[in-house]
């Protein structure tokens, strides 16, 4: 699941006291607590679907911390969650709805690819991979299209806080953090890059194999004539 449930907020320290501690040259850099960006009391949250061990009690009153590393919302109840910001696909702010909220489209699919990594030794029979029936393997083939339908499925987030106004330093604050987690390399865009360029046929394009000395193509002769001609005085 893309939220991930807790029961305390881990330590955290502010902007200013973050650039005391690089100023000072820290043994190391991994050692520093996140950033905290925005912190809002009184808010309560929405699941679309509901989140599993996360009751309407735990949504109704708690914290929203913004932390640079995570985003967390810790409950009344003494329950909480937290969700890592890669796994935040879209965020926005719905004034349109009652109550005003900050949206944010959760993918399922990141968390889930870890938990169903599939074993890499296969079932073997005297020393012999064993091969699936054609049964069997009509049967995985339905199972990899479950697999597959369920990783495309999106949770959706509503934070809603008390105060209308503090929607905007919420919403910004998450645009700051997400910022500081792109997508990893080998996302689909790069992917839909390289296929944008494809491989001409090799009887494309003529290959000049003369020497210089040879007369050029008509193009080059146009050229040349153009670049040679003492009436092109552009200065």
Not at 16 to 43: C, M, Q, Y
Not at 53 to 69: C, Q, R, T
Not at 200 to 209: G, K, L, N, Q
């Amino acid at each position: 699941m893309a939220a991930t449930l807790v029961t305390s907020v881990p330590g955290f320290v502010s902007p200013e006291e973050h650039r005391i501690i690089v100023g000072s040259t820290p043994a190391s850099f991994n050692d520093i607590p996140p950033v905290l960006r925005h912190k809002e009391e009184s808010v309560s949250v929405t699941f679309e679907p509901s989140l599993d061990g996360f009751s309407e009690d735990d949504a109704k009153e708690g914290i929203l911390y913004v932390l640079e590393s995570v985003l967390i919302f810790m409950s009344k109840t003494g329950k909480g969650f937290q969700i890592e910001y890669p796994s935040i696909t879209l965020h926005a702010v719905s004034r349109g709805d009652t109550p005003p909220s900050i949206y944010c489209q959760l993918d399922e699919s990141s968390a889930k690819a870890m938990e169903m990594l599939v074993d890499p030794e296969a079932p073997k029979t005297n020393g012999n991979v064993k091969k699936p029936s054609a049964d069997e393997s009509d049967e995985e083939d339905e199972n990899e299209e479950e697999e597959t339908q369920e990783d495309m499925d999106m949770r959706v987030l509503y934070i809603v806080p008390s105060r209308v106004e503090s929607l905007d330093p919420i919403f910004e604050a998450l645009s700051l953090c997400a910022a500081l987690h792109p997508d990893p390399p080998g996302s689909d865009d790069e992917e839909d890059f390289d296929e944008a360029f494809i491989d001409a046929p090799d009887d494309t394009f003529e290959v000049f194999t003369g020497t210089e000395d040879e007369e050029l193509s008509e193009v080059g002769r146009v050229r040349g004539d153009f670049i040679n001609d003492n009436r092109y005085a552009p200065y």
